[in-house]
């Protein structure tokens, strides 16, 4: 089971960036939930996004509502995030993940079923 994340590097504010999220090793019946979680320097990890890939419900932290949009393509078994509006507190290492069902506390890392490598995202001028 893997979790290949990629497309984090450096932006302005402003800026824009596309994360995605590709899955190896299961199936979209097995883990229909995938999402992203970030962890900035000296902080705790917090949830950003969750999808379900079952009928797209999509689920937002506060602090990236309206900024980022969480997508995905199950024929690639793959998950999207595009991130607008970045802000330099938006920078963290982001990791992509996996989770059974999202009848749980989704915004708990302790949840997640699998966590991928994480991409590096740095928003600064």
């Known amino acids: 089971v893997q979790l290949q994340a990629s497309g984090g590097g450096l932006v302005q504010p402003g800026g824009s960036l596309r994360l995605s999220c590709a899955a190896s090793?299961?199936?979209?019946?097995?883990?229909?939930?995938r999402g992203w979680f970030r962890q900035a320097p000296g902080k705790e990890r917090e949830w950003v996004a969750w999808?379900?890939?079952?009928?797209?419900?999509?689920y937002y932290a506060d602090s990236v509502k309206g900024r980022f949009i969480i997508s995905g393509d199950i024929a690639k078994n793959t998950v999207y995030l595009q991130m607008t509006s970045l802000k330099p507190e938006d920078t963290a290492v982001y990791y992509c993940?996996?989770?059974?069902?999202?009848?749980?506390?989704?915004?708990?890392?302790?949840?997640?079923?699998?966590w991928g490598q994480g991409t590096q995202v740095t928003v600064s001028s």
């Open positions: 090793g299961f199936t979209v019946n097995n883990y229909d939930a």
């Open positions: 993940t996996a989770l059974e069902d999202l009848d749980t506390d989704y915004d708990n890392p302790e949840e997640v079923d699998y």
């Open positions: 999808i379900d890939l079952k009928d797209d419900s999509t």
